[in-house]
């Protein structure tokens, strides 16, 4: 039924928008910049070095 995907809920869902997608629906439309990352990213070794830390730290959004 499905194509090989992951997610921790469903085969296609993360389990925060599978339980509550109105309040998801909500936050991406809120225009809050967010990134959204992947929950694939968070399987194997992900590596965040100390530079990009650092540029996603010092960023000066306008809210």
């Not at 629906?25 to 965040?48: H, N, Q």
Request: hydrophobic fraction near 40%; charged fraction near 20%.
């Amino acid at each position: 039924m499905y194509k090989e995907t992951i997610g921790n809920t469903t085969p296609v869902a993360e389990f925060n928008v599978y339980v509550d997608a109105e309040a998801y629906s909500i936050m991406v439309k809120s225009g809050i910049p967010i990134t959204i990352i992947g929950f694939d990213v968070c399987l194997g070794e992900a590596e965040l070095y100390k530079q990009r830390l650092s540029s996603l730290l010092v960023r000066d959004y306008d809210y």
